[in-house]
């Protein structure tokens, strides 16, 4: 188990670093922030290692622009006149810390810019891709953010355990964002009676991404079962170099993506009863059922465009940039509906150089069962930007810009013009689902979620490690519910 350690070694000084670099970029000068001192001894390191910092977990530090293109001139109006009825001169600053980058965060920063131009509260924003270890850190050093994307419900719950997240029925209207949000959502977002986060997008998982001029339309008549498209990658196999398109390096958060691959192969087989006690620590990873899907992504591993290699170090946002390049490297990806912001998707046409069809069933009984997530967002300050932010976040007004861009699903009932078919189509699947769960490694304690990622990369690197992988998960799972 060399490897193993080596990776543990090599993760530990990674987060050391990243979180030291996102507090320092942080800083908004309020209670929960570095010390004006340690803020400014951050700049000169966070200097020099920003390059690094950058690579190894996707941290970046931004300030919100001109509102992107796709932003309707009189949408932006409407969120400009709803930030003012906040306070036109509150003025301040308040830190976000959230995983977006590229096109993504492109969007969430145009979707500020009213609110700062209104309110005079200038918005500090920090992306990271390993929002458990910078805020697990956090929550020990007290040098948080302001405003922070939380890693899940299940860590939510940690934190507001721990006495560090705000309730926000403080700060919004509760009866009205009850109102404009699924009722599976606002519970999610509750604990011990307080709502502790707000979703502010969300995004359906499972779906299988593929070119249309390699493979032909597939979206009206989409594999029926897991045996279906195993055969039809099979007939086409002479179309691209493999099937599968697959990676997922993301710094110190490496593996992530893997864990969604392996969900919806637990989900499409054994269903919402088990996929839900596993994520809850009753049921082993050692069970058959947890063991199977294990199998089944090992064999999407092996006939993965660049093999293991590929995968473990090819950044997930351009796992499926094989899918258009000429001979194609794969012909199918599997991703969450955030895919067609990042990476080749970006600068690629909706429906006409690719589109998805949902990962189907390997039970039929369970044909109609989606998985989803969403980006879940609490307060660790009680300030009057604070609470201005939030209530902005959650409007209709801010979600219609949000949405615009074509990256995101709005988790605000009251957000119905999405820009294009395909994400009218991606909404339809939410809603016409049979049965919803939600990522299942979003729901575990941190250090369950944290071991589940690097087990992946080690199975992905030595497949004839399982039942030692397998040991190791259940392992963690006995000490960390």
Not at 12 to 33: E, K, M, P, Q, R
Not at 215 to 243: I, M, N, Q, V, Y
Not at 315 to 337: I, K
Request: glycine letters at 10%; proline letters at 6%; hydrophobic letters at 45%.
């Amino acid at each position: 188990m060399t490897g193993k350690s080596t990776f543990g070694i090599r993760r530990a000084g990674v987060l050391l670093a990243t979180a030291g670099l996102v507090f320092a970029a942080c800083g908004s000068g309020t209670a929960t922030t570095a010390p004006a001192a340690s803020t400014a001894a951050g700049s000169s390191a966070a200097g020099s290692s920003a390059a690094a910092g950058s690579a190894a977990a996707g941290s970046a530090a931004a300030s919100p622009s001109v509102p992107p293109a796709s932003f309707d001139p009189t949408a932006i109006a409407a969120a400009k006149t709803y930030a003012a009825t906040l306070g036109s001169n509150i003025g301040g600053s308040v830190s976000v810390l959230a995983v977006w980058g590229g096109t993504e965060q492109a969007q969430f920063l145009g979707m500020l810019q009213p609110f700062e131009d209104a309110t005079g509260i200038k918005v500090n924003y920090t992306g990271t891709r390993d929002e458990p270890a910078v805020l697990t850190a956090g929550i020990a050093s007290g040098q948080l953010p302001d405003v922070a994307g939380l890693p899940g419900p299940a860590q939510m719950i940690q934190y507001a355990a721990s006495g560090k997240l705000q309730d926000l029925s403080s700060m919004l209207d509760l009866a009205a964002y009850k109102g404009q949000t699924p009722d599976s959502l606002v519970q999610l977002g509750t604990t011990s009676g307080k709502l502790a986060g707000v979703f502010l997008d969300v995004s359906a998982k499972g779906q299988i991404w593929y070119d249309p001029a390699v493979t032909g339309d597939l979206s009206t008549t989409p594999p029926a079962s897991w045996d279906a498209l195993t055969a039809l990658a099979t007939t086409d196999k002479a179309k691209a170099t493999s099937p599968w398109c697959f990676s997922v390096e993301s710094g110190a958060a490496s593996g992530w993506a893997a864990t969604d691959v392996l969900e919806s192969f637990v989900l499409k087989s054994v269903g919402p009863t088990v996929y839900n006690s596993w994520w809850a620590g009753k049921t082993k990873w050692s069970d058959p059922a947890i063991k199977t899907a294990f199998q089944d992504l090992g064999t999407m591993v092996a006939g993965s465009f660049g093999g293991s290699a590929r995968i473990l170090t090819t950044n997930f946002a351009n796992a499926g940039d094989p899918l258009f390049t000429s001979p194609p490297g794969c012909l199918f990806l599997h991703q969450a509906s955030f895919i067609t912001g990042l990476g080749a998707f970006a600068n690629k046409t909706r429906l006409t150089d690719y589109n998805f069809f949902p990962f189907p069933a390997i039970d039929p009984q369970y044909s109609g069962a989606v998985e989803g997530a969403g980006d879940l967002f609490g307060a660790f300050s009680n300030t009057p930007q604070t609470a201005a932010l939030m209530k902005y976040l959650v409007s209709s007004q801010a979600q219609t810009l949000f949405v615009a861009g074509g990256e995101f699903l709005s988790a605000n009932k009251g957000v119905t013009n999405y820009p294009n078919s395909m994400n009218q189509g991606l909404g339809a699947l939410l809603s016409g689902a049979t049965s919803f769960v939600f990522d299942a490694s979003d729901q575990m304690p941190a250090a369950m979620q944290t071991e589940f990622y690097k087990q992946l990369l080690v199975y992905i690197q030595t497949p004839s490690q399982l039942d030692a992988v397998l040991a190791d998960l259940d392992s963690v799972q006995a000490s960390s519910y």
